[in-house]
């Protein structure tokens, strides 16, 4: 596509409940990134693919929050167990292989835990 | 681990004026990249400006320029006949360069009103 496409836009779900939020990358870009900005912050790493595998997960807060990129392209944000504290946007990310490449942005999605 | 500061919660402007917004960082490595991402309400970070710290020229892209100074440490943006489409939040970012492909570290950001 021409530029990274997330759905849903927005979320809304009850607390406990699980969620998966969806990130479709710009063809060809071979890296991958996930972001959470809280209200009133910049965004905060989550997790990084390189492909099909998470080069860098330390940004997960917890084991409730797991990402896929199954085929190197989709990539899927899965959060468990949702609580009031996961309220934020989710931003996803990709750029090319090198580190100098610009990291092109997603409209992000709104997830809000109720 | 690097940080990144921007000690300017909020910044105003009269249209066709010029504003700068700051941003210092701490880091212990020598070679990384500076960026100052935009914001708008659509909530799409939009690339304005990117630097690479070997390089002492100062980046600029047509009303944006920075003010790099490696010492301090220092990364100020700053935006020449500010225009309407101008406000946003505003926020620094940076990268390391050691290990390939590695995420942005962001700063808390500025909000940016350009006043008519």
């Known amino acids: 596509g021409a530029g990274v496409s997330q759905t849903p836009s927005n979320k809304v779900t009850e607390k406990g409940k699980y969620v998966e939020l969806r990130c479709d990358p710009i063809?060809?870009?071979?890296?991958l990134y996930w972001y959470r900005q809280s209200l009133g912050q910049g965004p905060e790493f989550l997790i990084y693919?390189?492909?099909?595998?998470?080069?860098?997960d330390s940004g997960l807060p917890n084991d409730r929050f797991f990402a896929v990129r199954p085929e190197g392209s989709v990539s899927t944000l899965k959060i468990q167990r949702t609580e009031r504290g996961d309220s934020a946007v989710y931003l996803c990310?990709?750029?090319?292989?090198?580190?100098?490449?610009?990291?092109?942005f997603g409209q992000g999605t709104r997830l809000t835990v109720v | 681990a690097q940080t990144v500061t921007q000690s300017q919660p909020e910044m105003s402007v009269q249209e066709a004026e010029t504003v700068t917004l700051s941003c210092t960082y701490d880091t212990s490595e020598s070679d990384y990249y500076l960026f100052w991402y935009k914001q708008p309400p659509s909530r799409q970070m939009i690339l304005v400006i990117r630097q690479e710290a070997y390089k002492q020229q100062n980046a600029t892209e047509n009303r944006f320029s920075v003010n790099f100074q490696k010492a301090a440490k220092s990364f100020s943006l700053k935006i020449s006949d500010s225009q309407l489409g101008d406000a946003a939040m505003y926020f620094c970012a940076y990268r390391s360069s050691y290990s390939g492909n590695t995420p942005l570290v962001f700063g808390k950001g500025t909000r940016l009103s350009v006043i008519a």
């Open positions: 990310a990709s750029s090319l292989t090198s580190a100098n490449t610009e990291a092109f």
């Open positions: 063809s060809g870009h071979t890296a």
């Open positions: 693919f390189q492909g099909t595998g998470a080069a860098d």
